[in-house]
């Protein structure tokens, strides 16, 4: 039987990203060619039983297809938050090929996932080309109604717990920081809303180029991300550590100080994809830590620190404060 291909020039899905929709939909996409796939009638009745008994093709979920996984619980959402090239993708990228490679995160075993293609398309592209080098992904599209969400189902204390990690553009996020209403941050809105808990990118090559820029939209960001956060836990990536001695140190210092005020309770990892070593501290051991560190804070959530309010009555029931207050 033909292989199916894609008619747009220069288009190599489903090898490769679909060109028309910068992503792995090559299904919906129109150039995507239905021809040469004449199938005798028994195949495609049994294709067409197949695609109703399995409601995911493997590729990226959508906030629409999570209904896959709420029949057996509660998905966790991890929101990815960092502005463009800050290197959230490659993240993802990264924590799979190491998940793939054998790594382990110490008390969550993998179980399986709905979006294997969706990981390693992401994971492909981090592979050593035969020149040498290596490719990283695609910008994430930004588009509004544009969602990538990675799933992880993961075994701990003996129970199942689905992941999923929610990309999007950076560029979505920074338009949704100037103004949380923009009506072109539709899917930066979602997944502030939605998310059990944030990573948030820190991007140290953008500190060397841009500096005190850099700075200004880091906090703004950050600031947003406070604004709503009802709790959530947030993890702060401090992404292309490699290059982090080239940072000014009064400007990282300060964007330390502004974050530390945010989110007082924060834990910060460097990371790096560029491993100097085979156990590269950056690369294969904080990588990893930084999914244990927000996986694990969502297993145990901290309680809030909520003040009550002071109550304006003179009723004794509401006045009581315990046998402390006695003394
Ligand atoms: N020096 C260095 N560069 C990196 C590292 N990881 C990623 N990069 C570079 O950063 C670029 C952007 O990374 P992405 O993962 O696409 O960034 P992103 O945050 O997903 O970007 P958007 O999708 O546009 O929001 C990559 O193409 C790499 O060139 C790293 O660990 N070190
Ligand atoms: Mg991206």
Redesign the pocket.
Known sequence: MAKRRCTKEGCYAPGDFCLELAGPLHEQCQFFEKAGTAEAPAETAKKSAASKSIPWTGEWLRPDQLDLLTHRGTPRIIG?I?????????????LYSLLFNGTRIENWDFAGSYTLDGWELQAKTLQIQEDGTV????????DKDFYSLYHLALRHDGFLHDILFA???????SKWADNVNDLTAENARWIYDNAHAFLL?V???AIIEQRGKARRDIVQLAEQVKRGLRGRPVVIVW?????AEQMRENIADAIKRSLSDIFPEAVSLE????SKSDSDQ??HINNICVAQTVFNQLANPQPLHIAPASIQTNDFFFLYRGSYGDK
């Open positions: 990815l960092g502005s463009s090239g800050a290197g959230k993708t490659t993240y993802l990228a990264m490719r990283n992904p695609d910008a994430t599209p930004s990309d999007s553009s950076g560029e979505v996020f990118f991007d140290c090559e992404s292309k550590a490699d290059l990371i790096s994809n560029y950056l690369c």
